[in-house]
């Protein structure tokens, strides 16, 4: 706080279509401190960071350096002017040893030749100067290395040639507690050197820990920056909740029927111990954070990830589902999250789109009927009103808000009773986002089973009845729609199971 | 949706317009921009040809391009199905190869028995195709490193057991010599082959549940498999109707040099398939493509190499020209996807 900011951002803009996913943000980074970045989904943090590193060219604003205007149009820009993101997701060369990862792209050579002696030399020294040489062993194949590991390897990668600013994105989220230490020690290490240093991350526990001062973003806007040391974890809470809740959407609850979806301590590959229910009529979301699990959960209710442990009940019968079709054929229906790649099929029409899971019932001797599948697809065409110019339309012509609708006609024409929809009203706009609303809660009026998982609060908290709040696979508590509010849902959700005690009340 | 009843009985993906269009437009709509650029090509081509040579234009040139297609046409029919569902397969001109030499030592070996030839020829040939299938699925090779091995490994099985030598003689049996040289109203049976397998094709990808799957699978296979849809099955399908498609196809090369060939005749039939799929609109990333298309663009390549010879061409230049108009197909296809042009296409 005593230096002049080694960077600085001022009223940094960036417009996507239809999004303004920055505006105006001031951004400083001092010499010598660490400042933590927070904000939920969608705040904008993501988007900075590419901006930073030269990903994104923003559409207003400058960035300055050293007293310099400076611009990134590549990120190996924004590398020679002393700045480096490291990378939520490592990137990493499978089959060559760690040293060569750690020199990709700037391996020394003489004569064209890349010696292993010099180059293991080199890696280890680098690694010792950084205190990371009980951590990783510079021979070591890159493909056997662990996820810790691969996120070590990038971190030591950027830190190589000395850059002074340094931007981490939730660089502890595969680390164990052993390797966060030494992560620690090494950022401390830095700070004293007087480097700025940016660390998003969503865990408060960290953020206490590690951080100097913290700033915050929400929908796209700064909301303001504090010392750490004046302020207490609600404090951050309440700057990162606070949409205007009056616009929202909110819905009636219904009578809720039988229960038809029970998970029972059920663990896969990714989350562990999950154990919730759902009735018919019923709303239930799954709130949390990106990299919560949630995504993984549904794909596994869906039959299309394995259930190593634990119980999925629908209907009152345990389900062994070894495929989605074992899933659909009793009724449940997913409407995956990242809606192009994994549910729809772009180049073909909104015909076979929606007539998708059901061709099986509109076929006779194998041969589809052309006339019941017409009359199929006008009637969810028209009921959900999905805007497009005939049924004919490729569905990548349409706008996400009609893709949507189309995935959704695809479960209802299936008439599945079990709905499992992932952010369904991702990359959609306003006005589509309200037919969405109503389309699920006439689905639940109308007896379907609905497990909801969204990162948008306001839409949590306006369409389900209950909500059930994972971090890390593990599901940490749940709140019922009247206890229910932003600061609860949040608070859960980055609460580590390490730091209960400071869930707000 | 006044215009239904068009969109059901013309081939081309069409996309009734609400507005009332002109008949320009109506007819873009109908028969697509790809196949209408073809026929305008093949008519370029004809008048060209047919400008220099007037014998281009004799009835018995014409049926000379239609049984000269014939044989690479089943081939290229399949081929379109292969690559709609996100595949390929180059082993089919070795299975045809296959099937045409077991079918003429079949035939041999049973005492002159036809029926008993076409029957094991074809199975001989969905085996084949079916083992490609297993291979990609269970074995998880993708299916051109697959279909590469197994091109090498059916032509020289074919190779072996005839010694790499033509087998047996089928000239003087009557179905084979219906199959080579008969015709039905004037039209040589040939065509009627192809024809038929042509339709058979269109309704299956255009009607049955199978073949709506078929291009799901192919143009988004987690959307598929989240549909529920068994896409192993498909895939295999697909690769046993591959291997029973070019079985025909081989014995039609049977049939027409009246003895089992191992590979005269069948080598680089796969490469022809893929350049007629290809300039016939199917996307190599899966997901899109049409009989229609394909037939056009086996038209256009029959008259292409019939006009060349007739001009007098040396007929090294039909391989240049077929390559170069596979690799223009590809490229048109992949900058229109307006990818970004950094590393290997994918």
């Known amino acids: 706080m005593v230096d002049a900011p080694l960077l600085t951002a001022r009223g940094v803009t960036k417009r996507f279509p239809g999004v303004l996913a920055l505006d105006q943000v001031d951004l400083d980074l001092p010499a010598g401190n660490v400042t933590a970045l927070m904000g939920e989904n969608g705040a904008g943090k993501s988007t900075l960071l590419k901006i930073l590193n030269g990903d994104y060219r923003p559409d207003g604003g400058e960035l300055v350096m050293g007293g310099h205007v400076v611009t990134f149009s590549t990120p190996h820009d924004a590398r020679r002017a002393g700045l480096r993101v490291i990378a939520q997701e490592p990137e990493i060369v499978p089959h060559v040893t760690v040293a060569e990862n750690l020199y990709l792209g700037k391996l020394p050579e003489s004569r064209g030749v890349v010696s292993q002696t010099v180059l293991r030399r080199d890696a280890a020294a680098d690694l010792r100067r950084l205190g990371f040489d009980h951590l990783l062993d510079p021979g070591q194949i890159a493909a056997t290395l662990s996820p810790a590991q691969r996120q070590l390897v990038e971190i030591v990668r950027a830190l190589i040639d000395d850059p002074q600013v340094i931007c981490f994105d939730e660089p502890t989220s595969s680390l164990s507690d052993h390797e966060i230490d030494a992560l620690f020690a090494i950022i401390r290490r830095l700070r004293e050197q007087g480097r700025a240093i940016a660390y998003v991350s969503h865990r408060l526990r960290e953020v206490f820990q590690i951080a100097d001062r913290v700033t915050v973003l929400r929908d796209g806007r700064l909301v303001g920056s504090r010392t750490v040391a004046d302020i207490s974890q609600d404090d951050i809470v309440r700057m990162m909740v606070g949409r205007d809740l009056s616009q929202m959407y909110r819905r009636e609850s219904h009578q809720a029927g039988e229960e038809v979806l029970r998970l029972e301590h059920v663990t896969t590959d990714d989350v562990q111990d999950v154990s919730l229910h759902v009735r018919r009529g019923e709303i239930v979301a799954l709130a949390g954070l990106v990299g919560a699990g949630r995504s993984e959960l549904a794909l596994a209710i869906a039959g299309d990830r394995p259930v190593r442990s634990g119980s999925v009940t629908a209907f009152g019968k345990v389900l062994r589902c070894k495929t989605p079709q074992d899933a659909i054929k009793v009724g449940i229906g997913l409407a995956p999250e990242e809606r192009k790649a994994d549910a729809l099929v772009l180049i073909r029409s909104v015909r076979d789109n929606i007539a998708l899971a059901v061709l099986g019932r509109l076929s006779k001797y194998g041969m589809v009927s052309d006339r019941q599948e017409r009359k199929l697809v006008a009637t969810y065409i028209e009921r959900l009103n999905i805007r497009t110019p005939s049924a004919e339309q490729r569905v990548e012509n349409l706008s996400g808000g009609n893709q949507q609708k189309v995935v959704l006609a695809r479960w209802l024409a299936k008439e599945s009773q079990i709905l499992i929809l992932d952010e369904p009203t991702r990359g959609v706009d306003v006005g589509a986002k309200a037919e969405i609303y109503s389309i699920i809660d006439q689905l639940a009026a109308n007896g379907a089973a609905i497990l909801m998982i969204s990162s948008e609060l306001p839409e949590v908290l306006g369409l389900a009845d209950r909500i059930v709040v994972m971090q890390n696979g593990h599901v940490n508590g749940g709140l019922t729609r009247a206890e229910a509010t932003e600061e609860k849902i949040l608070a859960l959700a980055m609460a580590d199971e390490l730091d209960t005690e400071g869930v707000p009340a | ?346």
């Open chain 2, 1 to 346: 949706m006044t215009t239904t009843k068009d969109a059901a009985v013309t081939p081309a993906p069409a996309a009734p317009s609400p507005s009332t269009p002109s008949a320009a437009r109506r007819l873009m709509h109908t028969v697509g921009l790809q196949n209408l650029s073809l026929i305008l090509a093949i008519i370029v081509l004809v008048a060209l040809i047919g400008s220099q040579n007037s014998s281009f234009f004799l009835v018995s040139n014409i049926k000379t391009i239609g049984t000269a297609v014939a044989i690479s046409g089943l081939v290229a029919l399949v081929q379109t199905v292969v690559i709609i569902m996100g595949g390929i397969d180059i082993s089919l001109g070795s299975v045809a190869g296959l099937a045409s030499v077991t079918s003429a030592m079949i035939f041999t070996a049973t005492g002159s028995n036809a029926v008993v030839s076409v029957l094991g020829a074809l199975v001989i040939g969905s085996i084949c195709g079916l083992v490609n299938g297993l291979v990609v699925i269970y074995g998880r090779v993708t299916p051109l490193i697959a279909t590469l091995a197994s091109l090498a490994t059916y032509k020289g099985i074919a190779q072996l057991v005839s010694n790499g030598r033509a087998q047996g003689y089928t000239g003087s049996d009557p179905f084979y010599l219906f199959l080579a040289r008969g015709s039905l109203i004037g039209i040589p049976t040939l065509i009627w082959v192809l024809a038929l397998v042509a339709v058979v094709i269109h309704l299956m990808l255009r009607y049955s549940r199978v073949g709506r799957n078929i291009y799901a699978v192919g143009g988004n296979d987690t959307a598929a498999r989240l549909a529920g849809i068994n896409i192993n099955e498909h895939i295999l399908f697909v690769f046993g109707l591959a291997g029973f498609i070019a079985a025909i196809s081989g014995l039609l090369i049977t049939a027409r040099t009246g003895s089992g060939q191992p590979v005269s005749g069948s080598e680089g039939l796969e490469f022809q398939a893929v350049t007629a799929a290809a300039l016939g609109g199917a996307a190599l990333r899966g997901g899109k493509g049409s009989i229609a298309g394909t037939i056009l663009a086996v038209i256009l390549l029959g008259v292409l190499v019939n006009g060349m010879t007739m001009l007098g061409f040396n007929p090294f230049w039909q391989n240049v020209a077929q390559g170069v108009l596979l690799v223009v197909a590809v490229v048109v296809q992949q900058l229109s996807s307006g990818e970004r042009r950094v590393g290997l296409p994918k």
